[in-house]
C-alpha cells in the first residue's frame, strides 16, 4: 500500500505560479511512475496532466507543456509539479498518483488550484 498526500494548491492570478508537493509513504520502494492529474469539473473524467518514471522520464499533456515541469525527489519519495504562466483553465482538483512495478495505483485526495483572471 501507498498513501500520498499533497500541498501547494491555493488561489493564484491568471500568469502566476504554484508548485503542489505530494509525498509518498508506506510501501515507496515499488513506485515507479508518480504525476498529477486533474479534475477541472465536477462530472468531467480526470485528465493526465504530467508523469514522472523512477528513472527521470516525463511526459506532458499538450495543454501545460512548456508551462509546467514536473520533478521528484526520490530519496523522500516526493514529486513536485512547478506551474508557471498559470491559467483560468488551469483551474482544477489536482490529484497525485503513483503506479507501482507491478502496475497498482494509488490516489491522493486532491488539492484545488484555482486562477483568477
Known amino acids: 500500500q501507498v498513501q500520498l498526500v499533497e500541498s501547494g494548491g491555493g488561489l493564484v492570478q491568471a500568469g502566476g505560479s504554484l508548485r503542489l508537493s505530494c509525498a509518498a509513504s508506506?510501501?515507496?520502494?515499488?513506485?515507479?511512475?508518480m504525476g498529477w492529474y486533474r479534475r477541472q469539473a465536477p462530472g468531467k473524467q480526470r485528465e493526465l496532466v504530467a508523469?514522472?518514471?523512477?528513472?527521470?522520464?516525463?511526459n506532458y499533456a499538450d495543454s501545460v507543456k512548456g508551462r509546467f515541469t514536473i520533478s521528484r525527489d526520490n530519496a523522500k519519495n516526493i514529486v513536485y509539479l512547478q506551474m508557471n504562466s498559470l491559467k483560468p483553465e488551469d483551474t482544477a482538483i489536482y490529484y497525485c498518483?503513483?503506479?507501482?512495478?507491478?502496475?497498482?495505483?494509488?490516489w491522493g485526495r486532491g488539492t484545488q488550484v484555482t486562477v483568477s483572471s
Open positions: 498518483n503513483t503506479e507501482t512495478y507491478g502496475l497498482d495505483n494509488y
Open positions: 508523469t514522472i518514471t523512477r528513472r527521470g522520464l516525463t
Open positions: 508506506g510501501s515507496t520502494f515499488n513506485i515507479n511512475t
